[in-house]
């Protein structure tokens, strides 16, 4: 007897993106993202500017999300969507309105953890892309987090190194900030990081116990430094901006690898695989293969659709949940922070 196939439909609203993606079991039919350029102007999110885009955006990228999959609502198996982390006006839009459509259609919510999202991403069917053995390492890197993860099943994972101050991505963004650069700067520091050289103006690595990082010493030295030359040569940002770029860039990558090169010593497990947003950074992704070949280990690294914000990454956690029958009623409330 064939069983029926599951399909959820998946909500994200974390930050400035608005997502929406419909899910047969763990093949993704549908991945919308509607992106807020309103906050270019500002150099950064505006939380209530965010909210009200995505009140603007959440029913057509909806509507466009199921049409694309060709399912209809009375189809939807379940409705998923991030509880948190995130900006709380944003994600209240996101848990109003899938608690509406869920009690609408009578069908079961389900809450998400977006950090877990960003590792069970690596769990979406996808041809040609192998997917990890348990237990395995994640890297978890984005504008709001930087964690090592021990991942032991879908739903046992423990973090085992993270961030004590700043994010990674708030360390790309911040330094592209102190170069001029607009918002969001962390893909534009890669741009020019390609053709520029990575070992032009070496920076300190800060000095953090365990498997912990540390980001603020370094864009404090990136700004003393940016100050010190310009007062020099005003024109030396313009003149060097590919070097500066890739110094930035292998100084902040060296950082991640060496805490990920003590974990997989530390726990044995040569399986390793990364998500968010900081994850679609080129100098990241290369690095990663080649350890590889240098160390043996085995690395994974999503579809640059599935590392910035996205729901389908919400969807394939709210299957795996759907099959342990993990539901929410309607009082289950968003977080802006949440227990990993």
């Known amino acids: 007897m ?25 093949k993704v039919l549908s991945n919308v993202v509607a992106r807020q350029s309103v906050h270019e102007e500002y150099g950064g999110v505006v939380p209530e500017l965010a909210s009200r885009a ?4 959440i029913v057509p990228v909806i509507d466009v999300a199921l049409k694309k999959a060709r399912v209809e609502k009375a189809q939807i198996s379940a409705v998923a969507f991030t509880q948190g982390p995130g900006l709380m006006g944003s994600l209240l839009v996101g848990s109003s309105f899938a ?10 919510l389900i809450a998400v953890n977006h950090m877990h999202a960003h590792i069970l991403a690596h769990f979406i069917d996808e041809e040609n892309y192998d997917k990890p053995e348990f237990p395995f390492l994640a890297m978890t890197i984005s504008g709001g987090h930087t964690q090592i993860v021990r991942v032991d099943s879908f739903f046992d994972m423990t973090i085992i190194g993270e961030t004590t101050d700043d994010a990674v991505g708030e360390a790309f963004d911040k330094s592209a900030k102190i170069l001029g650069l607009p918002y969001p700067g962390g893909p534009l520091v ?14 300190t690595k800060p000095k953090v116990d365990g498997l912990d990082f540390s980001f603020s010493g370094l864009k404090t030295q990136i700004l003393y430094f940016i100050q010190k030359n310009v007062a020099q040569d005003p024109d030396f940002i313009e003149k060097n901006i590919e070097d500066i770029c890739a110094s930035i860039q292998y100084t902040i990558i060296q950082i991640l690898m060496d ?8 726990t044995g497990i040569k399986q390793v695989a990364i998500g968010g ?11 990663l293969k080649e350890a590889e070949q240098k160390y043996g280990w085995k690395t994974f690294i999503p579809k640059f659709e599935y590392t910035t914000d996205n729901a389908a990454m919400i969807g394939i956690v709210g299957y795996h949940k759907f099959l342990e029958n993990q539901f929410n009623d309607a009082s289950v409330v968003s977080k802006a922070r949440i227990e990993f």
């Open 2 to 26: 064939t069983k029926s196939p599951v399909y959820i439909l998946a909500i994200e609203s974390s930050c400035d993106d608005t997502a929406a993606a419909v899910l047969m079991d763990n």
């Open 54 to 57: 995505h009140q603007q955006n």
């Open 99 to 108: 608690k509406s459509l869920a009690m609408a259609l009578n069908v079961p």
């Open 190 to 203: 890669d741009k020019y990081a390609q053709t520029g050289n990575p070992k032009a103006y070496p920076f």
């Open 259 to 266: 805490k990920l090169k003590m974990a997989v010593k530390e």
């Open 277 to 287: 947003g900081v994850s679609a950074n080129s100098g990241i992704r290369n690095t």
